[in-house]
């Protein structure tokens, strides 16, 4: 169901589509020459030797399951290029005709890849056993360390730094899962944490799988989850067998939500008295009424002292009916017997283990208007004066219990691309159980509506979360950003749509097959929605449908843009000046017709990556024009190297070691031409160097260290020198231009906190203006950031403290003569607070975040770039392009670079002048 999230991730991860090289298949994988086959034989598999699907094989393979597939891989190491001592068996299916799947996750020196999954299929007993395909992602380039180098409590302190709000940052907790490998390039060792911690806007919880770069200290990928908290219990107490507690099937009567009665399947206690656990089926279907405790008293688990919902008698008390329990309980059946008659499948977890749904539960006192599979079972509010209990939709609870089953099986990754399939594949199941309980047709209006009978109030149609007959497809639709993790529900009728149709077209019982197939037999966590196509019609000739009924299932994905290359055809405004950049936290630089940026690839303009390379990062320059070739800005010494700035013919950054004997943070220069080379401007132990900026001779940087952070100068080539500053007083946002050095200064005045631009003349050698005293007399105190020099005047952000508010952009003379207000904070389009400024002699960029649409995230709403003169106006669109815009940087006149997310992935974009409107 729909979660309101924001969360950074870091796109280069899943969000990559799979390119159907020109590879020449192996003689052996060639297919019937004359019959046009839908289903590619060979996918070759990116940023790996690896091929990611392989079809149409008929070799024999001997012994168990995994066995035979460890042997067929290491038999063919040429075709693969998978080293099957680096795979850890995961799990594997069977079905009924006999088809068995082995499923391998890999591992980098015994370290998990994360959602890297091999998967080997096979058919036929005994000595007639054959590999029929293989596919998935396994990473072949991967050099990266497999020791942490950063001590453990900075990765738990870096990896709670992702919580933005101070309070709920100080209540958050991080649960360690130990190492993984990021498979980006060469990879990127990461500690992984669950953080949890308390929505401020909501009061609910929010839990965020935080990867910490383990050799850097920094956050390498970050999405939003529903994980279960780890403290308070656990749910052992669900999982109990129903026998050892002493439970006899039962059946009795229970009002519905709606009030009606409906006949339960109940279980008798030894005291006689009875409770809502369903035992006709292998797996127990249990239910418990949270009575209107907060969802975050389950997230850990069942509370001990909260028994399923219970009744001294075979009747139901209505409460059963109003809280959700009944319609929990008969729903959680219907759709294990929807699996389980129809695909083959024993419960969620396919092994018959116990099935629990949590109903009424609140959020922060109020009724709860949402559900979610939690990791472990179903969580369902009790809606509200609008709402049903959101258990009583058939399709909501087909779709939460659907998580579950992707959970144990292609357990697609919460983000991008795979989020949104994940997304797609629960609104295809919760609907299509709906449809066929309900023995609705699939010609029926409300039959592609999801939660539609959820509301007590309005029609199908206004009330439903979502409809897979949107039309919507990747090339005009997708939305790309960090927004709803990369877009998991905002894409996902993408996807479901062309599962719909093929359901529509085909015959509905041939789709579910096909689907459950893809899923359970074909889908890894990193897909992306091409690999979800060629993982549908695999399985569709797994089937043995025709080439006719192949050919009608990619026409469903055709018609909704899910090809390869759909990425490229996505229209924009604006040039790309290096494509793939992963890392879209990380801020580029411009200045004087040049670009700066950080790309993990040693080649950011074909958007491959790292393959053997073994560098973390590194930094790239380019022209703005987007003439010539990028090349390579930082040494090729295996550190980490990011923040960078220019003044068009010199760059700044900071380098951090990544190896055990490396521990180095250090500031390099280089001029943009490579003409000469990389120097050292600051290394000391202990002391950590930071924003720093350039201009002509001129080089100025803070350095932290023993607890306060320092302004550091260094003034036409000469040694750095530390600028004096009042005790108590700590430097931000440095700025530097043509003489003057700039930042913003903060401290403590009392009991208020004090943020204040200052100017300091180099020549001089002192402060020369310090705008503190702008709020008006009695008015709320604000606070100034984002200090920027440019066109002779100090540039800034105020923002009131009120939440929702949006910053003012002021300018101050540098002689601390006055202030100017270029844009009111009311004034139509001013900043987000939180953006920074962009600015140049003549224009001022930045950036506007929207609160989510009633309707839902749009690519409308995602955050946008806007510029006026420096001299102030109306602001205006930078780009039309329809994606997430972030991380202006300006260049020349009203040139500005920036991040952008439009084509589904993060790149390096530049417009000359602003767009106007859109
Ligand atoms: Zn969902």
Redo the contacts with the bound molecule.
């Keep these: 169901?729909p979660r309101r999230s924001r969360t950074s991730t870091a796109l280069g991860i899943g969000a990559t589509a799979v390119v159907a090289l020109a590879l020449a298949a192996p003689p052996a994988l060639a297919g019937p020459a004359a019959a046009p086959d839908p289903v590619p034989s060979l996918v070759a598999g990116q940023d790996t030797a690896a091929p990611q699907l392989v079809t149409g094989l008929a070799e024999p393979a001997v012994g168990s399951p995994a066995d035979a597939a460890r042997a067929h891989l290491a038999a063919h190491a040429d075709r693969y290029h998978v080293d099957p001592g680096e795979l850890a068996e995961v799990g594997s299916e069977s079905t009924a005709d006999g088809r068995r799947t082995v499923r391998f996750e890999q591992r980098h020196d015994g370290v998990p890849v994360f959602g890297a999954q091999y998967l080997v299929h096979l058919t036929g007993e005994g000595a007639g056993q054959r590999v029929e395909s293989v596919g998935g992602r396994y990473f072949t380039g991967l050099t990266a360390p497999t020791t942490a180098t950063v001590p453990a409590a900075a990765l738990r302190d870096a990896a709670l730094g992702s919580v933005q709000d101070p309070k709920a940052r100080a209540a958050a907790t991080a649960e360690d899962h130990g190492l993984v490998v990021l498979p980006d390039g060469a990879g990127r060792l990461a500690q992984r944490f669950t953080v949890h911690a308390t929505d401020p806007a909501t009061g609910g919880p929010q839990a965020r799988e935080v990867f910490v770069d383990a050799t850097v200290g920094v956050v390498a990928l970050a999405y939003d989850t529903r994980a279960p908290h780890p403290a308070g219990g656990t749910d052992q107490r669900a999982a109990a067998a129903p026998a050892a507690a002493g439970l006899e099937p039962a059946t009795g009567t229970a009002p519905d939500a709606r009030g009606n009665s409906a006949k339960v399947n109940i279980a008798r206690l030894p005291d006689g008295s009875y409770q809502l656990t369903d035992l006709t089926r292998p797996a127990a279907i249990t239910t418990y009424d949270a009575g209107g405790r907060d969802e975050m008293d389950f997230g850990g688990g069942i509370p001990a002292d909260l028994p399923p919902a219970h009744s001294p008698g075979p009747g139901f008390p209505a409460s059963t009916g109003t809280s959700g329990a009944t319609d929990a309980s008969v729903n959680a059946g219907i759709v294990y017997d929807f699996y389980h008659d129809r695909l083959g499948r024993n419960g969620l977890d396919g092994k018959g283990g116990a099935i629990t749904s949590v109903v009424n539960v609140t959020q922060d006192g109020a009724p709860y208007a949402n559900a979610?599979?939690d990791g472990k079972k179903m969580i369902y509010g009790s809606g509200g004066p609008n709402y049903y209990p959101f258990s009583a939709a058939l399709d909501i609870a087909g779709?939460?219990m659907t998580?579950g089953v992707i959970s144990n099986t292609a357990d697609l990754a919460g983000m991008g691309q795979a989020g949104a399939m994940?997304?797609a594949i629960?609104d295809y199941f919760g609907n299509a159980i709906e449809v066929t309980a309900r023995g609705m047709s699939m010609n029926d209006p409300a039959a592609a509506l999801l939660g539609e009978s959820k509301c007590r109030t309005g029609t199908p149609q206004a009330c439903a979360d979502r409809r897979m007959d949107d039309h919507r497809t990747t090339v005009n639709d997708y939305l790309g950003g960090t927004i709803d993790n990369g877009g998991q529900?905002l894409n996902a009728t993408i996807f479901s749509g062309a599962l719909w149709d093929i359901r529509r077209t085909l015959d509905p019982l041939t789709a579910d097959r096909v689907v459950y197939r893809a899923l359970t037999a074909y889908l890894t966590p990193l897909d992306d929605f091409v690999a979800g196509r060629n993982a549908a019609l695999a399985a569709g000739r797994d089937l043995g449908l025709s080439p006719a009924q192949l050919r009608t299932v990619a026409a469903a994905f055709d018609g909704h843009g899910i090809r390869t290359g759909w990425e490229s055809r996505i229209g924009m405004d604006s040039r790309t000046l290096a494509r793939s950049l992963s890392y879209s936290m990380a801020p580029p630089a411009a200045a004087g017709g040049h670009w700066v940026a950080m790309a993990p690839a040693p080649d950011p303009v074909k958007g491959t990556g790292g393959g053997n390379d073994s560098k973390t990062t590194a930094l790239y320059t380019g022209s703005t024009t987007g003439r010539g070739t990028p090349v390579r800005l930082s040494p090729d010494d295996g550190r980490y190297h990011s923040w960078p700035a220019t003044d068009g013919t010199n760059a700044v950054w900071k380098a951090i070691g990544t190896t055990a004997q490396d521990h180095s943070r250090e500031l390099l220069t280089a001029p943009l031409s490579g003409a000469g080379p990389v120097r050292s401007l600051f290394l000391a132990p202990g002391q950590e160097p930071g924003s720093a900026q350039i201009s002509g001779g001129d080089i100025a940087f803070t350095v932290n260290g023993s607890g306060r952070t320092g302004i550091w100068l260094s003034h036409d080539g000469a040694p750095a020198v530390e600028l004096p500053l009042a005790d108590g007083h700590h430097p931000d946002d440095l700025t530097l231009k043509d003489g003057y050095l700039a930042w913003t200064e903060s401290w403590q005045d009392g009991q208020q906190h004090v943020t204040a631009p200052t100017v300091y003349s180099i020549a001089a050698g002192k402060v020369t203006a310090q705008y503190t005293a702008h709020a008006a007399p009695g008015a709320a105190a604000s606070t100034a950031s984002s200090a920027r020099l440019a066109g002779g005047r100090l540039l800034w952000m105020d923002a009131p403290n009120r939440i929702g508010a949006h910053a003012a952009i002021r300018s101050g003379a540098l002689d601390g003569s006055g202030v100017n207000e270029v844009l009111a904070a009311d004034a139509p389009n001013a900043p987000t607070i939180g953006s920074n400024l962009a600015a140049s002699d003549q224009a001022v960029t930045y950036k506007v975040e929207s609160t989510k649409p009633a309707g839902g995230w749009t690519n409308s709403a995602l955050p946008k770039l806007w510029q006026l003169p420096l001299g102030g106006g109306t602001p205006q669109r930078l780009s039309c392009n329809r994606g997430g815009q972030d991380q202006p940087a300006a260049d020349q006149g009203t040139r500005v670079v920036w991040l952008d997310s439009t084509p589904g992935r993060t790149d390096l974009v530049v417009r000359d002048r602003a767009a106007g409107t859109c």
Excluded: D, K
């Design positions: 169901m979610y599979w779709h939460e998580h994940n997304e629960a529900h």
